[in-house]
Every structure is written in structure tokens, then in C-alpha cells.
């Protein structure tokens, strides 16, 4: 699909029309007789009036969204080359719902379909510098988006930790970003022994990615943006279910949202320092797994008791946030991203993010910028009394509460122990288990990696 921008009527194959608030203005008459209502996600195909009718029974941007999402997803399944839309309300909500509406994996498809790219025209009054910069921003960001999305459908025999670092220098190179990628010498040589563990009984080696994107002119605040990247998590000798195991080439979701910032960052012309660190792991099974009562040292010097080796997501984001601190001074904010919990999915369901820390002003910011990016998010406040539930009779701390309860809140109370005194307020640990992978489409999503935080990241950035 191409994608362009224009100020006057284009003739196309196809025109693609909304009906507005249920309300049929034009070819009402046959639109009844096709019990056409224009409910959402809902579209008729009027070939021989070269007309495409989409439901669109709100006008907000996620509506606007998913109207365009239904109408290109309508149009691929025809031959089709071209199609025209006037655009009259948010031209971002255009973009977004074209390019993330016609996103497919097709990657491991024997057959290939060979279709001509369709050409989309978008008609709006006037082409200024604005209306340009937009069109380009949100374009970029779809395509991290995308990206990110291919990352997390990859297969996990193809997309492993070496295979992610090199990714991220792929995006260092194209965006003229810094680029360190850290072997497992480094983590033993710094006491990253959390992290180390997890990933010691996999034949593919961790790597730690840091990328690093610096403004032309001087800095007015420093980011950090930390993400999981378990490229695949068998759960280790605390074996998941074999139905639970499926899908989880998906826990690398929180690095992949991080290399998608990382991504389109360089674009945004931002006056900000970022840094992009992933933890790139695969956590399997063998004679060299991490065991259940076992007890690590994260980087810090933090002690940690192992009762379950399928919580290894927030090992190996502790090491991370301990790196962060240490390697990078003068933080003004830290996000970290990660397909985190179960518990996340069962409390919230499996569209929403749950937003967590102690700063509770910076927690309500970034679910108003995650929500109006257009990712649904909602806060879920620490909790005093379930500190206790984290202790440990041999180590500082467990890495599963001893209760069932709350597990998501738990989880990101454990990351806690891993936060300096001094960034407390600045840290902000976004659960993304829900909805970074669905097993069916959902609004302008297709089955699969949605590609979560991207959006939500970028927005928050924006308006600092």
C-alpha cells in the first residue's frame, strides 16, 4: 500500500465513504436493501458505483481508526489498485488506521500472494508545512510500529538474542544512533548475576542493547526507556504448561516497543537524550538452568530467592534498571516496558496496559498519553501491605509474592528494590502482557504482535 497525500479529487477505482453516526445520507436505498446499518467495522462494496461504504458510528480518532482499518482490509481482499478518501477529521487518525490496518505476516507463508501495491489518496484542503510534518511523523512511527510487530511474530528459532542486537544495530546504523551490545563477559564482570541466570541454559548467548539518540543542540532532559526481551520463555525448569508455552515468542514485546522508539526517534527531531536498553534473553531448559531455590546477586548487590524460574522477566529487567542508573547520570525519567504478567491480562483483560510506580502524578501522565496515542492503560497503585508478601526468609527479596493475589502489582514492587533512592519518582514500569499479543484481530490490529508501547512511548516523549 502507498499512501499520499492530496488537495484535489483524485479518480480512482474505488471511493471510500463513511456513514456517519448510523445516519445513510447517499445510495440509501440500495445500502437498506443490503441491510447495510454502518455499525462498526462494518463495510459494503458497491462495485458497480466504484464505492466503498465503512461504518463509522463515532467520530472520535480510535473510531475514525478502525474505519479505516475495516475499509483497506475490505480493499485487499480485491484486486483493486487505487482508492481515493476525503479526509475532514484528524489526518493522524487516517495514517494510523491505513498503515496499521494493513499490516499482515506473511513470512512463513509458502505461498506468496503477488498483488499490486493499492495506491491510497488522501484528499485534504491544503498541503501545508504542518500538514506534511504530520503526514511523515505518523508515518515513521506506523513503521516502527510495524517493525516491531514483525520482530515479536518472528519465529523464536529465528529471532534469538544475537539476532535482536543485530537488529538494533540495523536501527543505529539507519538513525545514526550510539550502539553498545553487551555479552554475557560483561554481565559476570559487572555482577549481573539475575539477568546471567536466566539466560545460562540457552544455547544462544544474552546480549545487552544500548542505544543511545542525542539532539543536534543541547539536551533538555534525559530518558531512559528499558525493555524485556525474552525471545523466548519455556518458563525453564518451572516448566509452562505446554498450551501456556505457545505464543511466547511474544515476551520479547517489551525490547521490541523499545527498538521501535528507538526506531523513530531520530525523525521526531526531539531536544531530548534517549536511551534505548534492552535485555535480550532466552530463557530454556538444561543441565545449566537456574533452579528454584537458588539464590542470585543482581547488579545492585541485591539478593534475590528463586521460587518460580518462569518469573524471569523481572530478573533480567532488575540487572537492566541497575545498568541504567549506573551507566547513565542525570536520569529525568525511566520507562520500562515488558510483557510482565498473567496477572496483568486476568485484572485488566488483554487490550489494556497497567501503569505502575510511585510517583502517582507521572503514573495518571502516562495513561492520559498512552490513552490519547490511542493504547488503552490504566493505573494500578502500589500497595503497601503487599511489600511483606515479596520477603524472604534466605535473601533479600523473592522473585514471586507468596500470595496469588495482586500478581502484577507485586511484580512491579519487586522492580522497586531495583530503583534508586533518588529516581523513585522518575520511574515508571508499564505491563504490556496484555496487549502486545492477541490471537485474534482486534480493531486496526491483526492477530498477532500489535506492537504495544511504541505509540504510547513516543506520545509521552512529545509532550514533556
Known amino acids: 500500500m502507498n499512501l499520499n497525500l492530496t488537495t484535489k479529487k483524485i479518480q480512482t477505482d474505488i471511493e471510500i465513504l463513511f456513514v456517519k453516526n448510523k445516519k445513510i445520507k447517499t445510495d440509501k436505498e440500495i445500502l437498506e436493501l443490503l441491510d447495510f446499518k454502518g455499525e462498526e467495522e462494518e463495510s459494503i462494496l458497491l462495485p458497480e458505483l466504484k464505492k466503498l461504504y465503512v461504518g463509522l458510528p463515532q467520530s472520535d480518532d480510535e473510531s475514525i481508526k478502525i474505519a479505516v482499518a475495516t475499509a483497506i482490509k475490505k480493499l485487499k481482499s480485491t484486486n483493486y489498485k487505487s482508492a481515493s478518501i476525503k479526509c475532514k477529521e484528524s489526518l493522524s487518525a487516517f495514517i494510523e488506521g491505513f498503515e496499521l490496518g494493513n499490516y499482515s505476516f506473511k513470512k512463513y507463508k509458502s505461498k506468496k500472494e503477488e498483488k499490486e501495491e493499492i495506491n491510497i489518496y488522501i484528499e485534504v484542503s491544503e498541503i501545508t508545512k504542518e500538514v506534511q510534518n504530520e503526514f511523515e511523523k505518523f508515518v515513521s512511527v506506523c ?68 542505544l543511545t539518540y542525542k539532539p543536534k543542540k543541547k539536551s533538555k532532559k534525559k530518558i531512559v526507556l528499558i525493555g524485556k526481551g525474552l525471545t523466548y520463555d519455556s518458563g525453564g525448569l518451572s516448566l509452562k504448561p505446554s498450551d501456556f508455552m505457545v505464543s511466547m515468542k511474544s515476551d520479547k514485546s517489551g525490547g521490541c516497543a523499545v527498538l521501535g522508539v528507538m526506531n523513530t526517534i531520530a525523525a521526531l527531531n526531539l531536544p531530548f537524550e534517549v536511551h534505548g536498553i534492552v535485555g535480550a534473553v532466552e530463557n530454556m531448559i538444561g543441565g545449566n538452568a537456574y533452579k528454584p531455590d537458588d539464590v542470585l546477586v543482581a547488579r545492585n548487590g541485591t539478593t534475590i530467592e528463586v521460587k518460580n524460574t518462569d518469573a524471569e522477566g523481572r530478573l533480567v529487567l532488575a540487572d537492566c534498571l541497575c545498568y541504567a542508573q549506573d551507566e547513565i547520570e542525570d536520569i529525568d525519567y525511566i520507562l520500562d516496558f515488558a510483557t510482565l504478567t498473567g496477572a496483568c491480562v486476568v485484572g485488566v483483560g488483554e487490550y489494556t496496559s497497567g501503569i505502575m510506580g510511585n510517583n502517582i502524578e507521572l503514573n495518571d501522565t502516562v495513561v492520559k498519553y498512552a490513552n490519547e496515542a490511542g493504547e488503552l492503560a490504566t493505573k494500578l497503585d502500589f500497595n503497601r501491605y503487599l511489600k511483606k508478601t515479596l520477603k524472604s526468609e534466605v535473601a533479600d527479596v523473592c522473585n514471586i509474592s507468596s500470595t496469588r493475589y495482586g500478581g502484577a502489582i507485586t511484580a512491579g514492587m519487586f522492580l522497586d528494590n531495583f530503583i534508586k533512592e533518588e529516581n523513585k519518582q522518575k520511574w515508571v514500569h508499564i505491563d504490556i502482557a496484555g496487549p502486545a499479543f ?27
Open 143 to 210: 513503521t516502527s510500529v510495524n517493525m516491531a510487530r514483525d520482530f515479536v511474530n518472528t519465529a523464536p528459532d529465528d529471532f534469538y538474542p544475537s539476532v535482536m542486537a543485530q537488529e538494533a544495530i540495523k536501527i543505529a546504523t539507519n538513525n545514526e544512533l550510539e550502539c553498545k551490545i553487551l555479552d554475557e563477559d560483561y554481565l559476570e564482570e559487572n555482577g549481573m548475576g539475575a539477568m546471567l541466570a536466566v539466560g545460562r541454559a540457552s544455547r544462544h548467548k544474552s546480549k545487552l542493547i544500548h
Open 438 to 464: 492477541v490471537d485474534k484481530a482486534w480493531g486496526y490490529n491483526s492477530a498477532g504482535g500489535s506492537g504495544a508501547g511504541i505509540r504510547m512511548a513516543v506520545n509521552f516523549l512529545e509532550n514533556l
